[in-house]
């Protein structure tokens, strides 16, 4: 989900999402004819109110053994590599601010690469301390190596990190200047912002179309997964979820090596703030539509795909008692592994099973919704109370953006009392004082175990945009390793300490009025955040 400023200072007060949402259902009813004949560069959105059904991809033909993995999950390496590592190895951050120290500590440390993958840097004084972290180690790369040993790349989303004057792009300027061979900045621009969508639609709304939304963080072979983008408030006050993952060079790679195959099919920024397409590459949005997906796919299912195949190859050498599995959802290019992962997880979760399942912007895609009403797990969700939404207290129409959550909440815990299943799904609320909540993934616990056995943790937020507008990138991360399953517990349990549940007084509350004009058009809006 963008950052809160991303709908800030809004030019369009209240018109605008009302004439994008019309111009994007008018466009691409025009254009679909003509986009059938010649595959015209013009082609703008998938239907706003129609979701697509899962469609299961072909299990990988590189699979690796899956010996000593729980039998229950085993299914997982149909849908991505497994990565064997110990879960000594991991460990979980607990707060924005160890996220931020434990960053800057690696960066210092680093000896051969960092990669940086966001939805977009900030400008503030953190940010620029976290950039002169960057310049400071390749600066030290370069005093004791005689040569530029050390290799910086940075993927961010262009209309995120382009907009304004003091943007993303302007705060990392001064880095590719001075280290042009050991800096690279790519910005991910979606091919469905094209045209006269392009054209037409205000800078400050068009990244509600589709962005890079992956949060990867990779210090030589260690690296956080998280939710967090790189901003202030992600550093101090927005309660997130983060894993740093510590010399499991495998996983490292195949991270690099996936922000790698992103950037080359992405933006690539120059020292004069100019950007340019790799040569040979399609362009995103001046290319044909067709073209570029179908390119950029090919080179980001190759990472996935030879990942598998060396997995399978080095699996009889592993040695861990924890397996952790990238799933990466791209619906734009044809790519919806974590999406088929999310939904056997969902489905196959029985009796025996509780999952607490949290999300800083709770609007389960109809799939999700149905599989969590229709199996017999128990479901535990927190979601943020409208004080802690990020969006809360802004100006013009933004600042409706937390009712509108709070009635697409109410219109879940609806269905969920007219099924009678208050018993098994319960809504939870977090609240804390001068914070905001981010936080999402989920947690898996089997009956007769009071810890989780798996966790879900990285970018996703299991609503539309998360499945079919964004680039996406989570773990899945399976466990026997008693220490790691008792940090997770602890984060589990402190994020929900901080919740109070849901229930049908909560929705007569005063500040949990919802005027009718949100009512009337949160169904036309709900899929573009």
Known sequence: MAAPMAWRRLGYPALAPAL?????????????????????????LAPLLAEAEPVTPPAT???????????RFRWMAEHAPAFRVPGAHVRVLHSPTEFYQVM?????????????????????????????????????????????????SILLDYTRGSRGTNNSRSILLPLLRRFPQQTRVALYHTPDLRGLLRLLVPERFNETIGVQHIKVYLFDDSLIISGANLSDSYFTNRQDRYVLLEDCHQVADFF????????????????????????????????????????????????????????RDADSAAHGDTW??????????????????????LTEAGQDATVYLTSGYFNLTRAYMRLVLATHADYHILMASPEVNGFFGAKGVAGAIPAAYVHLAHQFYNQVCQRGQQHRVRLKEYHRQDWTFHAKGLWYYLRGSHRPCLTLIGSPNFGY???????????????ENEGLQAQLQQEQETLYRRSTEVSSSTFKHPDRHVKLWVKLVTPFIKNFF
């Open 61 to 71: 033909s590189h699979r690796p053994t899956t010996e000593g993995l729980p039998l």
């Open 20 to 44: 994008c949402c019309v111009f994007n259902r008018i466009s691409d009813k025009f254009f679909r004819m003509r986009d059938r004949r010649r595959r015209s560069s013009l082609l703008l």
């Open 256 to 311: 690099a090596e996936l922000v790698s195959a992103v950037s080359d099919v992405s933006l690539q920024l120059g020292p004069d703030d100019s950007v340019h397409m790799e040569e040979g590459m399609v362009h995103p949005y001046k290319g044909n539509r067709a073209q570029f997906s179908a390119s950029a796919r090919c080179r980001i299912m190759e990472v996935v795909d030879t990942a598998g195949l060396h997995q």
């Open 104 to 152: 800057k500590a690696r960066i210092k440390t680093a000896k051969s690469r960092v990669v940086m993958a966001s939805l977009y840097l900030g400008t503030g004084p953190l940010e620029q301390d976290l950039v002169d972290c960057l310049q400071e180690a390749l600066e030290h790369s370069q005093d004791t190596a005689g040569t530029s040993g050390l290799r910086v």
């Open 324 to 345: 952790v599995f990238p799933l990466v959802q791209m619906k734009p290019l044809g790519i919806h592994l974590d999406e088929e992962a999310t939904v056997r997880l």
């Open 465 to 479: 945009r998360s499945v079919h507008r964004d680039l996406e990138a989570q773990v899945a991360i399976v466990t």
